[in-house]
């Protein structure tokens, strides 16, 4: 069993940055590989970034990559989200998710186990 509790989001203007984070409980957050997603309204749950339980590999949605960088800290329990030159299109509730580590990375949303509740980001034009 995994808690997920992200932090850092708010309002931020176009071309600014936040950087996400989410805590883990749990004593195998290390095996576990995390992933960020978001949700804007009337729209569906989308893939943003994952990384693998070493933080050996990452992937990104074509539409962050070059702006956002996932990162992890093992001996805290804890996966980043770095977004940089946001845009307006970035607006959504920010979700941390982890499962379990399976040496490739998942992008699917019905692939991870365990979901925090969610922060919101407002990017303003």
């Known amino acids: 069993q995994v808690v997920l509790v992200e932090s850092g989001g708010g309002l931020v203007q176009a071309g600014g940055s936040l950087r996400l984070s989410c805590a883990a409980s749990?004593?195998?957050?290390?095996?576990?590989?995390m992933g960020w997603f978001r949700q804007a309204p009337g729209k569906e749950r989308e893939f943003v970034a994952a990384?693998?339980?070493?933080?050996?590999?990452?992937d990104y949605a074509d539409s962050v990559k070059g702006r956002f960088t996932i990162s992890r800290d093992n001996a805290k329990n804890a996966v980043f989200l770095q977004m940089n030159s946001l845009k307006s299109e970035d607006t959504a509730v920010y979700f941390c998710?982890?499962?379990?580590?399976?040496?490739?990375?998942?992008?699917?949303?019905?692939?991870?186990?365990?979901w925090g509740q969610g922060t919101q980001v407002t990017v303003s034009s």
């Open positions: 998710a982890a499962r379990g580590g399976s040496g490739s990375i998942a992008t699917m949303v019905s692939r991870y186990y365990y």
């Open positions: 749990g004593r195998t957050f290390s095996s576990y590989d």
């Open positions: 990384i693998s339980w070493s933080g050996g590999s990452t």
